[in-house]
């Protein structure tokens, strides 16, 4: 068990940083000031600030965020009339605004607040060493921090750092760069897959088994079968004969077959049978699969699989439509059952799970759903038509509605998925 939760924080802290790096490394490359980049959730383990960035290790290992100037409510921390203490340089220019009672500024000047605008005007005020009689307004450094009430120090967000600032295709590049990320992670790990197996399975137009009472069977086909061609089309691979397998609709098909140097044709009609809940023409037959242990297979394997796994998700998706089960869903209630199952069989599937599920949370995340990339996008989009941004008030609220909602999916697939695992 402790091997499995150590494998599973491991994978899952992979996943959460590539993908949070793709939106950090986008957003400090467009001048937008990340303020927080954090891997988990919860109270803080550590935090370590540099280059304008707070970078902490929360308690819990599930998750994590980038948190962008503009993005949020930048000084949430502050209400009128609470009490805080400033730090300042020579000039009398306010460095930090500790707002935190676990920390006491020995050299702060005590301040009890009555407004302040840390986003142009760059200024706070109040009442002075708590006397009542003038309120004192002292100018905020551009890179003044704001100590919380957790201690973490983050930088405020000036007007030109904000996300808003940024032009259309910068935003648009940040947010689409975490699915990016996760494509390329599983591109990289299908890829060492390849290379830890030594090759890349490749199923062949040879048949390896025929069911029993199959119509393969009663039509007369066997195993080391070849079938190499369909109704005079030729199959040199297994897609190519599953692909007219697969759109026959019932149609008879004539398989040009070649056994032991001889070709000979054999006539079979495909039976639908129901499969997960759909129906697919099949005959009973299974594939003889080899091992392409070729450098250019290997190198490529990681394209041509993400891309597979890619097609097969918006497939998933797509049936969805149709008709919806939490069932379709998994969340880390199901990725902890299945990194155990993929922590037994070794390194190769504790790597290929990794890359499974990083195409899931790429494709997942560019869902047009807000708080999701593919709902940021999506309003990155509509500003576009519109040819003029949204108002970030209404966009963070929309955002936050987003957010709610995606909470509460969470806590139903949670629940649905201790059911599946440990009562069912």
Known sequence: MITTIITFI????????VHEFGHYYFAKRAGILVREFAIGMGPKLFAYRKNGTTYTWRILPLGGYVSMAGLEDDTEELKKGMPVSLITDENSVVQKINTSKKITLVEGIPLELTDWDLTDGLWIEGYENGTEDEIKRFKVDHDALIIGKDGIELQIAPRDVRFQSASLVDRM???FAGPLNNFLLAIVAFGLVAFLQGGVPVTTNTIAQVQTDSVAQKAGLKANDTIIAINGDKTPTWDDVAQHIRT???????LTVKRADKKQNIKVTPVQKNVNGQKVAQIGIIAKGKMDRSIKAKLTYGFTQTWYVIKQLGNALASMLHGFSL???GGPVAMFSLTSQAKENGLISVVT??????VNLGIINLLPIPALDGGKLLLNIIEAIRRKPLDPEKEIIITMIGFGFLMILMLLVTWNDIQRYFFR
Do not use: H, M, Q, R
């Open 248 to 254: 026959a609709d019932g149609k008879e098909l004539v």
């Open 173 to 175: 590049l940040t947010n």
């Open 353 to 358: 799970l990794t890359a499974l599920l990083s």
């Open 10 to 17: 491991i994978v899952f802290g992979i996943l959460v940083f």
């Open 327 to 329: 069932n379709d869903l």
